[in-house]
């Protein structure tokens, strides 16, 4: 082959490469929905557990929402704070702040509500319904910590 | 007390009583939001596994993930699908057809995607990639099958 030819060939290569990555590649739009869907799924499962604490108790329903809250905490929601995903619209317009990208903090926050999630799921197997309630109480403050540092208030 | 007042607590009470159910029961337009929601992170997780099967393998992303989807599957998402939420808008306008609310097949389409959703988690724990692949194509065939029948078409 000469070489002309073999630099065509390895400037083709490079460029199918580039393109099945940017294939591959969610978009920012697409990330923002996810993460965006992650918080919601979590919000109907804390609300779940809260009603169950604060009315009719079903361990059966606590226990399951607590489990899925901790599997979305220990699933690596961080991803979803890829670069680019700053700014933009998923569902709606991400109300993100910035500083969650570069806050130190930020990891410290985010370990926090990884922590509690998992003991909320320890504690619902137990079904004690005071101790679930005071977990809860817990990781909710886990949300609310993150809230008020990294989310635009309306 | 007066019965004529008596009636009127009565009347009173029955109203707050209503007025704090109307307030603890999500609307359908919340409850079709989660419900979206919850698809969009199966999604998501179901994305990156094939991520990972199809490309570099990384066992903890591929464990966290499936766990995620086996944790959501198992957590009563057919809560989602409450009286009232067969039309009308969440994100968007809802795309469920209103054949899954009434069709004794649906919860045996439900039942295989949590069947092999749990499943999806015990093999990826093997981190055996190509059963992990089959089984990721096992599990997807039930997200797939649920569409065919009970999802709107573009």
Known sequence: MSKCIKSLVAVLALSLS???LAQQAPKPEQIIKWRQSVYQV???NTGRIKA???GQ???DEVV???NAIAAIANSGIGSLYAPGTDTGKGWHDTTVKPEIFTDKKAAEVAGNFVKEANEL???AATGDVAAIKAQHGKFTQTCKACHDDYRKKD
Do not use: H, P
Request: proline fraction near 0%; charged fraction near 20%.
């Open 57 to 59: 108790f079903n361990k």
């Open 42 to 44: 979590l919000a109907w």
């Open 121 to 123: 799921a320890k504690v």
């Open 18 to 20: 580039a393109a099945a």
């Open 64 to 66: 399951k929402a607590a």
């Open 52 to 54: 169950n604490v604060e």
